[in-house]
Structure formats: structure tokens, C-alpha cells
């Protein structure tokens, strides 16, 4: 009895196995064997479906991103709650600050081949914080990139690195919670007018 061919579950493998291949090898380390391998995937149809592996970590990459744009909007009428599902979100899906962590290894200051899209995707997130500050719920005293910038950096640098998170706040539940009061504090703190 022959099998059917499904061409969407093989890309789901694909892209399910790239993500988990990029976020603990990065772009460099990372294997197209290993990925086809982990897919149960002939390693010529991800060269088909995606491109090389430069293409594919891009396309891995914007799309993570994407479903974390869907997740957690950024709110700057609840910026505490934001900040709640953004820590909850990267707890869940830390492959997406790998990922970006070793994509800013990799490229750096230098353009990234999606670089476009990127600001695009970026550009929305602003106009969020900017219409806030437009409307006087935050401050306007930093630029509303700049306060993006900021607040993900702190509501994100613990998932980035745990082992610095453990070391300085401590690795109990009750540690965890006030690393996250004190995260929040400071966001308050941040854009308080």
C-alpha cells in the first residue's frame, strides 16, 4: 500500500526541527542533516521548501516572531500585564530569544537579510508604545524605540540568561517572584510620566 505525501506536515517537521536545531547551534552550527534527520525529512525537499540554511533560519526566525507579535501585543495601557505575558511567553518558547541571541552573534551590527520585514514588524510595536505616549498613559521623556528597547531588554534578560538570573536572584519559586515584581517595578518606573 503506497503512502500519501503531505506536504504541509513535512514543512511543520521542517520548520518544528530547524527551530529546535538553530536555538541550541545557531546559524553556523547548525546542521541541514540534522534537521532533515530530526524531520524524518529528505534533506533536498528543505532546500526546496525554504531555501539554504541562512534562508531557513530567517524564515524560522520571522515567523517565531510573528506568532510572538499574535501572542502578546504589545499594551501600553497594561504595561505590567504585558510585561506578565511576555516573561510567561518566553518561559513557554525560549527558542525565540535564542534565536535572536544567536542571530546577534552571527550578524552583528550588519544588515540581516530580513532587515526590511524586521523594522516593519518592529514599526508596529512602536506606533503601539507611541500612540500611548501620544495619549499621555506613558511618558514620552524616551523615545518610544528607545522604551520599546528598554523594556523588552529587562522583561526579556532572564530567559536570555538563566545561569546570571540564578546567580544574582536567587533559583527559588519565591526568587522567581520578586525578579519578576522587581522586573515590573522597574517597567513602572520606566514609564511613569
Known amino acids: 500500500m503506497a503512502t500519501t505525501r503531505d506536504p504541509e506536515a513535512t514543512k511543520a517537521r521542517i520548520f518544528d526541527s530547524a527551530v529546535a536545531e538553530f536555538a541550541r547551534h545557531g546559524i ?19 532546500y526546496a521548501y525554504f531555501g539554504n540554511k541562512a534562508e531557513l ?3 524560522v526566525l520571522g515567523r517565531c516572531m510573528v506568532d510572538l507579535a ?17 516573561i510567561d ?6 527558542e525565540l530569544l535564542r534565536l535572536l541571541y544567536w542571530e546577534g552573534i552571527e550578524y552583528g551590527t550588519a544588515e540581516l537579510p530580513d532587515e526590511a520585514e524586521r523594522q516593519q514588524h518592529y514599526a508596529l510595536k512602536v506606533a503601539a508604545v507611541q500612540d500611548g505616549q501620544d495619549r499621555g498613559v506613558i511618558t514620552d521623556a524616551i523615545p518610544a524605540p ?22 544574582l536572584a536567587g533559583a527559588e519559586d519565591t526568587d522567581r517572584v520578586r525578579l519578576r515584581a522587581s522586573v515590573k517595578e522597574a517597567a513602572r518606573r ?4
Open 28 to 46: 553556523a552550527g547548525a546542521r541541514i542533516d540534522r534537521i532533515a534527520a530530526e524531520a524524518k525529512a529528505n534533506k533536498q525537499l528543505i
Open 57 to 59: 533560519f530567517s524564515q
Open 70 to 86: 499574535a501572542a502578546v501585543p504589545v499594551d501600553p495601557d497594561d504595561i505590567e500585564g504585558w510585561i506578565d505575558r511576555l
Open 89 to 94: 511567553y518566553h518561559a513557554a518558547h525560549p
Open 146 to 167: 528607545d522604551l520599546l528597547f528598554l523594556l523588552v531588554a529587562i522583561a526579556n534578560w532572564t530567559t536570555v540568561v538563566p545561569q546570571m538570573s540564578r546567580i
Open 190 to 193: 520606566l514609564i511613569a510620566k
